[in-house]
């Protein structure tokens, strides 16, 4: 059985991406090595790199590879090596002068294709694959938003929203298949709509009509905007028992004036009073956000709007990354990346310190409650460790059990099992 070995860069929906390109490899009869030691004991294996190009620091990684594939290819000429996913927006004659050691570029609207590349000795047959407790489920791709420092729309493309019977179907395979975690996916996952012939089915109905699925599981989503995240959606989630109450709610900066730069087409305010909503619709949910800084002519006043913003908030988890011009972005081409890197790491360093004082306070209310876990995570995604099991994932994997909250650190709990 030939092999092929599988890298990902990036988000959920790269994740979800390569969830496509394994479908293809396995019904070729392709085995999925466990390493690159196993892969080139080959004759004819395949090596995949699913890009991202959200960071300039992943690009790099990518364009770091040169040197290792020339070593790789010299253990096992026959190695193929294909490069996809977001840094298929750079032109294929760039990616060729740039990449020489890569073999194919393929673009992920394409990635049927990929079969053709194999081996036509190797018929296609079904294979039983392993399904994990989560499942990444896309329900659309692509982004008309156009913020200006992201390369999202120029790698992915405008927004296409995914057919609502192949959703849901989707998901009812996943929980036949063992998923009790169900992701939707979408770079703006809450702009979903889709148009059949009676009515337009916007999010908040596909959240109930995934949340009517027969089956014990959670259902979470990512990533949303805050400008598409109406009342009605907020009235979906408090009324689907299976919706769990954590959310990942991107406000990028805390100044009005950088958001506007950003081309993020909302106010603080606006955010501020869509978490008081969420909050007294679902009091216990878990906040997280996503956040930029050092963007293009961000003063240290400006800053520190950001950091009232988290003092006020409290959020219990942040994804905080500083900027970096991306190619072909608004942002690069007109704004002057003014800020040093060495400024950047600071005030990262800052909204870093404000966060582990509000994620442990917020921890510390849970103890003594009893939450619903999922191997090692609550329903507020939080990790959590089962004290009172020798080997608690013997017999509670993938089942979800009741467990008392006794102890709280910044980024953990810990529990023992009821």
Known sequence: MSKYLITTFGCQANMADSDKITAIFNKANYQNAKDEDELLSDKNPFLIFNTCSVRQKAEDRVFGLNKKLIELKDKNPNLKVVLTGCMMHYSEKE?????PHFDYFVDMKKIKKLSGLLPETLKPKDVQTKTDVSALIPISNGCNNFCTYCVVPLARGREISKAVIDILKDVRKAVADGAKDIWLLGQTVNSYRYNLKSKEIKFPE????????PGDFWIRFASPHPKDFSDELIKAMAGCEKFAHYINLPIQSGNNAILKKMGRPYTVEHYKKLVKKIRKAMPEISLSTDIIVGFPGETRKQFEDTKKIFEEIRFSMAFISEYSPRPKTAAAKYFKDDVSHKEKEGRKDELNEILKKTALENNQKLIGQTVKVLNDRTEGNKLIKITNVR????????????????KAKTWSLEGKLL
């Open 95 to 99: 990616l060729k002068n740039r990449l």
């Open 206 to 213: 596909l959240l109930r009509l995934v949340n009517a699925i």
């Open 391 to 406: 080997h608690p994932m013997f017999n509670i994997k993938n089942e979800f059990v009741m467990v008392k909250i006794l």
